[in-house]
C-alpha cells in the first residue's frame, strides 16, 4: 500500500487577516521594546521569542493539519454471489434459445453469470470474486434453508476494497435476520448491490404430501388415526386415491378431494393387529399437470403395544352415569378400573365386588399409578375428598401427565371442590347460586362446534358428516351442569343446542391442558342414554376414546423406575419439543430432588445433552427443552445419576423442507436491496448491462489519515512549554 503526504491549512478570510494583524503588532512592539533597552541582546532574543510565540499561536488558528493518503496496491473487487439453495433447481425459467414454451431450472439460467470468461473485460481494472451462498449442508437435512442477509454482511467485512456486488438469487429467504438490514450496513459504506432475481413469481403447478402426522404409538386391536396433509397449486380440485402401506402389508386407502390451490387436510385410519415397530409409507399418485414428481410420498414410523390403562372412578350416589361408565370401562379389555364410592348412606367408603377399592390410595406413589381418574357428583369434606387428596388429584395431572375427568350430577356436590386446588384445573366457570343444575322434562341436545367436529374425542363415525348426523340423532340428556362459560384457553367440543346466555351457547363438553396432563368436563349426566336403539355402539366408543387420549403422554417411554413424555408428539424442524419426565426410587417413591439428563442422537449423529430440571418435588417431576434441527430418528437415552437408572426410546421428527422445489420466486426482496444500496436490478439475460456498470464505478477512494495539529495534545503541552521558558527567561533578565 503506497503512502503520500502533505501539510494544508484550512484558513478562512477572517482567521488570516486576523492572525497578519496580531504577527504585525506585536512585530511592532517587539521593536519599540528592544529599542528602549539600548538594543541589548538578552532583550533582542526575548523578543524575538515573543514574536514566535504569537506567530505559532497564529498559525494554529489557521488549522494546520498533516494529511496521509494510502492508496491500496492491489486491485479493487467486485463479488459475485450466487444462491445455490435447493429452489435454485425449480424449472420456471423460459428458455431464450428456444420458443417452444421450454423452460430450465432457475440454476441453469444463471449458468452464464458464473462462467469466469464473462468477466474478461473487467479483470484487468478489477478482481471478480464469484461465490455461492446457502449451499445445502451435508447431513443438514431438508432443514437447511437459505440465508440472504449472511453473505451480503459477509462480502462487506472481508474486503475493505469492494466497489460493487452481484447478487443473484430467486429471492426465497427462509433463515437469518432481514436481508434489507445487511443493505443498510452496505449504503453506509457506499458498496451498491446489483440484484439479478431470477424465477417465476408464479409457483409451477404441483401436487404435493406435506405431512404425515403418525402418532408415536398406537393400541393393538385399536383403530390409529393417521393424519396426513396435502397442498396443491393445480388451479382446479379433482380427486384422488391416498394409499398408506404398512410393513406388515397392510395396505389402505381412501378417496380424497384435494382442494384447488390450497391445502387439504384429512386422515385414515389402521387397525393394528399386532404388536412391534412399524414403518408407514403414504402416497398419493402423480397428476398429469404435475411438474414435480419426487414430492408425493412420505414415511413415518409407529410402534404398536399391548395396552393396560389403569383407571379411577370416584363416585357419591351409583346413579344410572356412574353405572353405565363402569360397565363400559370394565369390559374393555384395555383397562383396569378401580371405583371408590363416597354413597352417603354406607358407613364407611368403598363397593362390592373386585373392582373396588376401600379407600382413597394413601400415598402419592399409590395413587401416581392412575393414568386417568373420573370425578363424579362428589366434593370435599364431609366424609368425601379431603385438601390433602385434592392436592394429590392436582399434582397428579400436573406433574405426572394422567387425565381427570369432571362429571358432576343434580347433588352439586363438585361446587365444592372450586374452593379447593382442584378449581384450578376446572375448564368452566360454575354457577354458585345454582347448585343443583337445571332439568327438564323433554330431552336436550347437544351440538358440536368446529373443533369438535375435527376432534378424535367425538369422533363416532368414519367421516365428519355421518359423525355430525350421529351426534345430532343421540339420545338427550335431561339434566346439565350449572356452567356460566368456559375459561380461557379451554377447547370447547359440545355446546347446547338451545340454551345460551351473555357468553355465548352454554358449553358442555370442554378440554384443557393442566401442567402435562388434560381435564375434560362433561356437563350431563345424560351419556348413558346413547345406548337407546343401538346398545353400547357409542357409549364404550365415547368413553375409550377419552380414556385413551387422556393416558395417551403418560405412555410414550416408561420403565420400572422411569417414564418420559414430550410435546408436541408429533414434533416438526425447528420446533421446541418440551420433555417431561418422572423419575422414582427404587423403593418406589419420587425423586425429590436429583440430576437427570438425557443424551439425543440426531440422525447425523450429532449428539446433545438436556440438562433436566426439577418442578415437582413431590412428585419426582423434571423437564427439560431440545430445538429440533434435523428430521428423522433421534434417539433418546434419560440418565439419573442418583437412582444409576436408564430409559431408552425414541422420537421422530417430521421433515419439513424449509428450501422446497417449485415454490414462487420474491424478486421484491431484490429490488428492495438493490433500491436501500443505490444499485441496479437487472434480468438474468443482460450480463452485458451490468459489465457496462462495474466497468463505469469510480475507482475506491483513497484511506485518507488526518493530524490536526491545531488541537493535538503534543502541540498545546509544546506551547504551554514554550511559554514557561519565555516566562523564566524574563525572569532571569530582570524584566519581571
Given at each position: 500500500?503506497s ?15 486576523v ?10 512592539f517587539?521593536?519599540?521594546a ?12 526575548l ?6 510565540l504569537?506567530?505559532l ?16 496496491e492491489?486491485?479493487?473487487?467486485i463479488?459475485?454471489?450466487?444462491d ?22 432457475r ?14 473485460t473487467?479483470?484487468d ?17 431438508s ?8 453473505p ?29 438490514e ?28 406435506l ?11 385399536k ?8 397442498d ?14 404398512t ?26 393387529q ?21 414430492n ?12 393396560k ?13 356412574y353405572?353405565?361408565?363402569h ?7 384395555g ?20 373392582d ?23 366434593g370435599?369434606?364431609?366424609?368425601q375428598?379431603?385438601d ?5 388429584l392436582?399434582g ?19 361446587l365444592?371442590?372450586?374452593?379447593t ?25 347437544f ?17 365428519q358428516k ?5 351426534w ?10 350449572p ?16 340454551v345460551?346466555?351473555?357468553f355465548?351457547?352454554?358449553?358442555l ?5 393442566y401442567?402435562?396432563g388434560?381435564?375434560?368436563f ?10 337407546e ?6 357409549h364404550?366408543?365415547?368413553?375409550g376414546q ?7 403422554q ?16 408429533q ?12 423419575v ?8 425429590g430432588?436429583?440430576d437427570?439428563?438425557a ?32 428430521a ?5 437415552t434419560l ?18 423442507a424449509?428450501e422446497?422445489?417449485g415454490q414462487?420466486?420474491r ?13 441496479k ?11 457496462e ?7 475506491p477512494p ?13 502541540v ?5 512549554a ?9 525572569k ?5
Amino acid at each position: 500500500m503506497s503512502a503520500s503526504r502533505s501539510f494544508t491549512l484550512l484558513w478562512t478570510p477572517w482567521s488570516a487577516a486576523v492572525s497578519v494583524l496580531a504577527v504585525g503588532i506585536t512585530a511592532g512592539f517587539c521593536l519599540i521594546a528592544w529599542r528602549r533597552s539600548g538594543y541589548r541582546r538578552s532583550t533582542g532574543f526575548l523578543e524575538l521569542a515573543r514574536l514566535g510565540l504569537v506567530s505559532l499561536v497564529a498559525l494554529l488558528l489557521n488549522q494546520p493539519e498533516f494529511i496521509e493518503e494510502f492508496r491500496p496496491e492491489n486491485k479493487p473487487a467486485i463479488a459475485l454471489l450466487w444462491d445455490a439453495s435447493s429452489s435454485m433447481e425449480t424449472q420456471d425459467v423460459p428458455c431464450s434459445e428456444r420458443n417452444d414454451g421450454t423452460r430450465i431450472a432457475r440454476r441453469q439460467a444463471i449458468a452464464a453469470w458464473l462462467e469466469p470468461a464473462s468477466w474478461t473485460t473487467l479483470r484487468d481494472r478489477m478482481d471478480v470474486l464469484i461465490e455461492p451462498f446457502s449451499s445445502p449442508k451435508k447431513g443438514s437435512g431438508s432443514g437447511h434453508g437459505s440465508d440472504l442477509h449472511e453473505p451480503l454482511a459477509a462480502a462487506a467485512g472481508n474486503d475493505k476494497h469492494l466497489l460493487g456486488i452481484v447478487f443473484i438469487s430467486d429471492g426465497d429467504w427462509n433463515e437469518g435476520a432481514p436481508p434489507v438490514e445487511a443493505a443498510a450496513q452496505l449504503r453506509l459504506k457506499g458498496i451498491p448491490v446489483f440484484a439479478v432475481p431470477v424465477g417465476s413469481t408464479t409457483r409451477l403447478p404441483d401436487v404435493e404430501l406435506l405431512s404425515l402426522d403418525a402418532p408415536t404409538f398406537g393400541i393393538a386391536g385399536k383403530s390409529v388415526r393417521i393424519p396426513f396433509s396435502i397442498d396443491s397449486s393445480l388451479p382446479h380440485e379433482y380427486r384422488a386415491t391416498v394409499t398408506l402401506q404398512t410393513e406388515a402389508g397392510d395396505e389402505l386407502s381412501k378417496e380424497v378431494l384435494i382442494h384447488a390451490m390450497g391445502r387439504t387436510n384429512d386422515w385414515i385410519e389402521w387397525n393394528p393387529q399386532n404388536t412391534g415397530d412399524y414403518t408407514l409409507t403414504m402416497e398419493i399418485p402423480v397428476h398429469s399437470e404435475e411438474t414435480l414428481d419426487d414430492n408425493n410420498r412420505l414415511s413415518a414410523p409407529i410402534s404398536i403395544r399391548e395396552e393396560k390403562l389403569q383407571v379411577l372412578v370416584i363416585e357419591s350416589y351409583p346413579r344410572w352415569e356412574y353405572r353405565y361408565l363402569h360397565n363400559a370401562l370394565s369390559r374393555d379389555p384395555g383397562i383396569d378400573v378401580a371405583c371408590l364410592l363416597f354413597h352417603p348412606g354406607l358407613s364407611k367408603a368403598g363397593g362390592g365386588n373386585k373392582d373396588y377399592i376401600k379407600a382413597f390410595p394413601n400415598s402419592v406413589d399409590a395413587l401416581a399409578k392412575f393414568d386417568v381418574v373420573f370425578v363424579g357428583d362428589v366434593g370435599s369434606g364431609d366424609g368425601q375428598l379431603t385438601d390433602l387428596q385434592c392436592q394429590w388429584l392436582k399434582g397428579l395431572v400436573e406433574h405426572q401427565a394422567s387425565g381427570l375427568v369432571f362429571m358432576p350430577g343434580w347433588q352439586g356436590r363438585q361446587l365444592s371442590l372450586t374452593e379447593t386446588e382442584l378449581g384450578d384445573l376446572f375448564p368452566v366457570v360454575l354457577d354458585a347460586r345454582q347448585l343443583g343444575g337445571w332439568g327438564s322434562r323433554t330431552p336436550n341436545h347437544f351440538e358440536l362446534t368446529e373443533l369438535g367436529r375435527r376432534s378424535l374425542l367425538t369422533k363416532l363415525a368414519d367421516t365428519q358428516k355421518e359423525n355430525t348426523e350421529v351426534w345430532d340423532g343421540l339420545a338427550g340428556f335431561q339434566w346439565y351442569a350449572p356452567v356460566i362459560r368456559a375459561r380461557a384457553g379451554s377447547d370447547i367440543l359440545c355446546v347446547h343446542r338451545d340454551v345460551s346466555n351473555e357468553f355465548g351457547r352454554l358449553p358442555l363438553v370442554v378440554t384443557r391442558t393442566y401442567g402435562v396432563g388434560k381435564v375434560l368436563f362433561m356437563g350431563t349426566d345424560g351419556a348413558w342414554r346413547w345406548r337407546e336403539g343401538v346398545e353400547d355402539k357409542y357409549h364404550y366408543r365415547f368413553w375409550g376414546q377419552v380414556v385413551r387420549w387422556m393416558a395417551y403422554q403418560r405412555h410414550m417411554a416408561k420403565g420400572e423406575t422411569m417414564r418420559l413424555y414430550y410435546s408436541p408428539n408429533q414434533p416438526r424442524m425447528r420446533q421446541t419439543v418440551t420433555f417431561g419426565a418422572n423419575v422414582m426410587e427404587q423403593s418406589g417413591e419420587p425423586l425429590g430432588t436429583g440430576d437427570v439428563v438425557a443424551r439425543i442422537v440426531a440422525p447425523s449423529g450429532k449428539t446433545k445433552m438436556v440438562q433436566f430440571k426439577s418442578t415437582g418435588d413431590a412428585w419426582g417431576a423434571f423437564g427439560g427443552r431440545f430445538r429440533t434441527e434435523e428430521a428423522g430418528h433421534h434417539q433418546v437415552t434419560l440418565l439419573c445419576k442418583q437412582t444409576n437408572a436408564t430409559l431408552e426410546t425414541s422420537f421422530f421428527v417430521q421433515g419439513v423442507a424449509t428450501e422446497r422445489i417449485g415454490q414462487p420466486a420474491r424478486p421484491e426482496v431484490l429490488e428492495e436491496i438493490a433500491r436501500v444500496t443505490r444499485g441496479k436490478v437487472v434480468t438474468p439475460d443482460r450480463i452485458h448491462a451490468i459489465v457496462e456498470s462495474l466497468t463505469n464505478l469510480p475507482d475506491p477512494p483513497p484511506t485518507v489519515r488526518r493530524i490536526q495539529l491545531w488541537n493535538h495534545p503534543a502541540v498545546a503541552g509544546a506551547v504551554t512549554a514554550l511559554l514557561g521558558v519565555f516566562w523564566i527567561a524574563r525572569k532571569t533578565a530582570g524584566l519581571i
